[in-house]
């Protein structure tokens, strides 16, 4: 079953102990809000990364984190004490605040400037082709687990503006020139090449094709 997220992060954790294995580790992690009702077995999102939780100690629960994620997330790089966004697997019944984000994150970036702006913070980020490729001004990128709208993007970074809710709540707002975050990219965007990868084998008249998606208001 797909799990999927908002990207909107329910509270912030930190790590309580650190079990590391040759090419894996096994995260235990404080926390309050995302406790509540969590059972074994269900999957929360830590820095954007999802996890499945495997028990549970006193105000904490581990998750283990596999060595394909440890290659290409930051998760490697947690020390006891380190905070971490948390948010819990979107039920059907919940409103949907951010975007669609699974928690699969596609790579890594790199925070080469970050600017306050009046009361905003600007980041500028650079991002692999992966990421890029799928990334538009004024579209959603998931940064850490966050949800946050793209300013501008080049060929080889992006703009993202946070608020300071954000960065009171989030762990972003402490992120400085040089660190390195999680990206995920929007998830439509994907399944939208994936059906024009489909359709190009089609007549014109036929499946779908960017003359359609622009008619119908999505270019």
């Known amino acids: ?3 999927i997220f908002t990207g909107i992060v329910e509270e912030t954790g930190t790590i309580a102990s650190i079990n590391r294995g040759a090419n894996s580790i096994q995260l235990e992690i404080a926390a309050g809000k995302v406790l509540e009702e969590t059972k ?5 999102a830590v820095d954007g990364v999802c996890l499945t939780v ?3 100690a006193a105000g904490s629960f581990v998750a283990d984190v596999m060595p394909e994620t440890m290659d290409k997330t930051t998760l490697k790089l947690l020390q ?3 905070r971490v966004n948390l948010e819990r697997a979107l039920r059907l019944s919940d409103r949907l605040g951010g975007h669609l984000v699974q928690g699969h994150v596609d790579g890594k970036g790199i925070i080469t400037a970050r600017e306050k702006r009046d009361i905003a913070i600007i980041y500028k980020i650079k991002a692999p082709e992966e990421v890029l490729k799928y990334t538009i001004a004024k579209g959603s990128v998931a940064i850490d687990g966050i949800s946050l709208t793209v300013i501008d993007v080049t060929r080889d970074y992006f703009t993202v503006s946070l608020i300071p809710h954000t960065a009171h709540l989030t762990t972003l707002g402490d992120k400085n020139t040089g660190d390195q975050v999680n990206l995920e990219s929007d998830l439509i965007g994907r399944y939208v090449e994936k059906l024009l990868q489909s359709g190009q084998g089609e007549s014109a008249n036929k499946g779908l094709n960017m003359n359609l998606l622009s008619e119908h208001g999505f270019l």
Not at 40 to 44: C, N, V
């Open 54 to 56: 495997t028990r549970f």
């Open 40 to 44: 074994i077995g269900d999957s929360i």
């Open 80 to 82: 006891p004490g380190s």
């Open 1 to 3: 079953m797909i799990k």
